[in-house]
C-alpha cells in the first residue's frame, strides 16, 4: 500500500510539474513568439515617445514620403517607407524586437547624411506589416531579399545596397545576406547588437528577465515550428553568416543586458576568414544604444567602412 502511495503521489508530482511547463511554455509563446493587433498599435505608439527618436523626429515630419507594399513569399503584405535622396545608393533598415520602423529614424537620418537613400520597412508581425507571428530574423531574411528586388525593380539607375540592422533586424540583415540570391548589388551588411541564434537569444531572456528555466525555449521552438513554419533552432544566425560573401561590420554594446555581447564573438568566427569584416565593442553601452552612447564616433565608424567597401565601387 505504501508503495502504491508514493507511486501515486509521484505520478501527481510529474503531472503537475508537465503541466506547469506546459503552461510556462504557452505563456513564453504567447509572451515572446505572437503578437496581436493592439501590440502593434502600443509599439507605434512607443516608437514615437522615444528620447532617440524625438532627436529627430522634428526632421522626419518635414520629409517626403512613399509608402511601399509587397507581397512576402508566405503571401502576407509588408510595409516599408522610402526616403529618396536622389542617390544610387540605398540602405535598407531593419527595426527590433517588438518595434516598428519608427526606431529607425534616427539612422534614416545619419545614412541620408551620408548620401543614402532609405528604406525602412515594418517587420513581419510588426507595425502596419501583416501576420502575428515573430520571424525572429529567420522568416524576415526572405523579406529582405524581396525589398532588395524591390529596390532594383522601383529604381531607374543601378542602386548600391546596403542592409543595416539593430537587434533582432540585426540578425535579420545578417541571415539576408548569407542567401544563396542575395543580389549582387548588395555590397555590405552592418550588424548593431544582434544574437548569433535565435533560440540562444529566447532562452537567455527567459533565464535573466523571466527568471523562468532557459530550456522552454525547447517547448516554445516546437509551437513556433507548428504555428510559424521555423523553429528557434533553425534560426542559427551564425551558422547563416558563414555564407556571407560580402563585409561585415559588427558594432556591440559591451553592457548589453538583452543581447551578451560575446555574441558577436560567435558571429565573428562563423565568418569566412578572408571576408573583410570589423567588430567594435562600445564600452558602457547597453542594448541598442552604441550610437547614443557616441554619436559622431558610431557615424564616423560607419562612414569609414562605407567608404571603404561601398563608395570606392
Do not use: C
Not at 27 to 54: E, P
Not at 238 to 260: C, E, F, K, T
Amino acid at each position: 500500500m505504501r508503495t502504491k502511495k508514493i507511486l501515486k503521489v509521484a505520478g501527481i508530482s510529474l503531472i503537475g510539474v508537465a503541466a506547469s511547463l506546459g503552461i510556462s511554455s504557452l505563456v513564453s509563446y504567447q509572451m515572446g513568439i505572437k503578437t496581436t493587433s493592439s501590440q502593434k498599435r502600443h509599439a507605434i505608439r512607443k516608437a514615437h515617445k522615444k528620447d532617440d527618436t524625438l532627436d529627430s523626429y522634428d526632421w522626419y515630419k518635414q520629409l517626403v514620403k512613399q509608402t511601399w507594399f509587397i507581397r512576402a513569399e508566405d503571401g502576407i503584405h509588408l510595409a516599408a517607407v522610402y526616403l529618396s535622396n536622389d542617390s544610387d545608393k540605398t540602405v535598407i533598415l531593419a527595426h527590433g524586437y517588438h518595434n516598428v520602423h519608427d526606431q529607425m529614424i534616427p539612422y534614416a537620418k545619419m545614412f541620408m547624411d551620408l548620401g543614402y537613400n532609405v528604406l525602412m520597412p515594418d517587420a513581419r508581425g510588426h507595425g502596419v506589416s501583416d501576420g502575428h507571428i515573430v520571424g525572429f530574423g529567420w522568416l524576415d531574411r526572405r523579406d529582405y531579399i524581396k525589398w532588395t528586388e524591390e529596390i532594383n525593380k522601383r529604381s531607374t539607375s543601378k542602386q548600391k545596397i546596403v542592409l543595416f540592422g539593430v537587434s533582432m533586424g540585426a540578425a535579420t540583415v545578417l541571415a539576408a545576406a548569407g542567401e544563396p540570391d542575395l543580389p549582387s548589388n548588395v555590397d555590405a551588411v552592418i550588424e548593431d547588437n544582434g544574437f548569433s541564434s535565435a533560440q540562444k537569444e529566447f532562452s537567455y531572456r527567459l533565464g535573466h528577465h523571466y527568471f523562468l528555466p532557459p530550456f522552454l525555449s525547447t517547448f516554445v521552438s516546437l509551437m513556433t515550428r507548428v504555428t510559424g513554419g521555423y523553429s528557434l533552432k533553425e534560426a542559427d544566425i551564425a551558422h547563416q553568416a558563414a555564407n556571407i560573401s560580402i563585409p561585415v561590420l559588427m558594432i556591440h554594446g559591451d553592457s548589453d543586458r538583452y543581447v551578451p555581447v560575446e555574441m558577436m564573438a560567435e558571429i565573428k568566427a562563423s565568418l569566412a576568414k578572408k571576408l573583410p569584416k570589423e567588430s567594435h565593442k562600445v564600452h558602457g553601452a547597453d542594448h541598442v544604444q552604441s550610437r547614443k552612447a557616441d554619436p559622431e564616433k558610431y557615424q564616423q565608424t560607419i562612414e569609414e567602412f562605407l567608404k571603404q567597401w561601398v563608395d570606392k565601387n
